[in-house]
């Protein structure tokens, strides 16, 4: 439904007429995110250029009861921002500003719409190092990922956004700004508000601003390839590594259909006659990294590996780390519908795992590419398929539900890094319990009681 003339007026007041978006052929490219098979026009898009056009934006919809979509890129891979029919969408691309670096106190400031990648860009310049990389880090902003928790291909050995995230400035759903946390390493005042946004979806309140822990940047790196004939012994090589107290900073998996497709993507040297490939990095003083790479390799030979290879240089080791950012376009060339999930379960099950996948896509008939954050026990199961097909559609949903079911079974969770959205909101009480999901809703109620930020997500 489109918006009052009158009600866009009073947005391009706030953010200037140009900034405020409502002609169908306008608002379409904000119906969809990364998410196969899920989109909703909005009735409007509005681009706000500072805390305070969000604060007004927030009261405006507040005194309309216009729900509110907080947008970034729109990478989300569950549908978070996916507008409803009435929605406003507040997209934050244009407040994407690095505010400036601190190398005495190794932080850094940005606005939430800064590109992650940037974030690194700028941290490197004064050798220093923003671990977090998820493989759309070229695309997607630093508000998205704090509200997903994003992790990458470093998240074993460096750990998720929320590692990284020392303070927020965030507009509440009745338009006030607040502030949690600070530039102290310690700060235990209070509760732990900060951590409560972090991964909450833009249903808690718009992030605006972030402060961000640096590290130094490591001196060495070392990038090998191990491949395999069969993929259960590659999954087997991931335990034996971590249980061997190696913490090596990558550990990817890739079946064959997604080694395949990279390599005709990409064309990286990547083979396509074996089972499984295993992406393995380790990163540190270089002593350090010699050590741990030889003793990665020899672990991936024991588990059967039929070669280990090592990135000859760096910008070898750069391609091959960039062709595992583009499994999921790469296998998106494939069929019309591309559904890419990421349950996740404890290391010790990957075997099991990757393996009932692999059962389930011939049980029920489909194309299915995994490929994953091996070392953090979270696999993306990538669903091939064609959304016209109705009937192939009921055994992806069917399919969807077995390994579903199955991840929490093992102990695993629905989700490792892409939220709940829209797209995972069937399991999540089965996850969590009635308690703790009830308890969950009544934290949303508390912060925002007239429900206007990012309703339908997470939870009905
Ligand atoms: C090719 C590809 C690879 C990917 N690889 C990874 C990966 O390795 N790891 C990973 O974790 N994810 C990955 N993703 C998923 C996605 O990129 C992340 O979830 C990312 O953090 C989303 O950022 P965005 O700016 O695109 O956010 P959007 O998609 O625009 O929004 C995502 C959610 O965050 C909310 N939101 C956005 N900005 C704000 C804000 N400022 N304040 C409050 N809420 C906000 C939205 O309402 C929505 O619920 C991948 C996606 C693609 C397409």
Redesign the pocket.
Known sequence: MPLSQSIADSFAAVVGPGSVLTKLEDVLPYSF??TAALRQRPAAVVFPRSVEDVAACVKLAGAHSLPL?????????SG??VPQADSVVLC?AHMNAILGVDPRNLTLRAQ??AI?QAIDEAAARHGLFYPP????MR???I???????????RGLKYG?TRDYVMALE?VLADGQVARFGSQCVKDVAGYSMKDLFVG????L????EVLLRLVPRPAARRTMLALYDRIEDAAETVSAIIAARIIPCTLEFLDQMTACSVEEYAHVGLPTDCAAVLLMETDGHPAAVADEADRMAAIARDHRAREVRVARDDAEALALAAAR?NA??ALARRRPTTILE?FTVPRSELAEMVGFIAETARGFGLQIGTFG?MGDGNLHPTFLTDERDEAEMQRVHLALDVIAKKTLALGGTITG???V?LAKKAWLRQQMGESSFDLMKQVKRAIDPRGIL?PG?IFD
């Open positions: 995110d990364g979509v907080t947008r970034g890129s729109g990478t989300g891979l978070g921002s934050l939430a719409g992650t990389d998820p493989g759309s695309i997607s902003t508000g998205g990922n704090v509200a997903e928790n994003s992790g990458g291909l998720v965030v909450s979806e833009g249903t309140g718009i992030v605006t950012r999921f376009a990421d954050h890094e892409h939220g959205g990012n997500k």
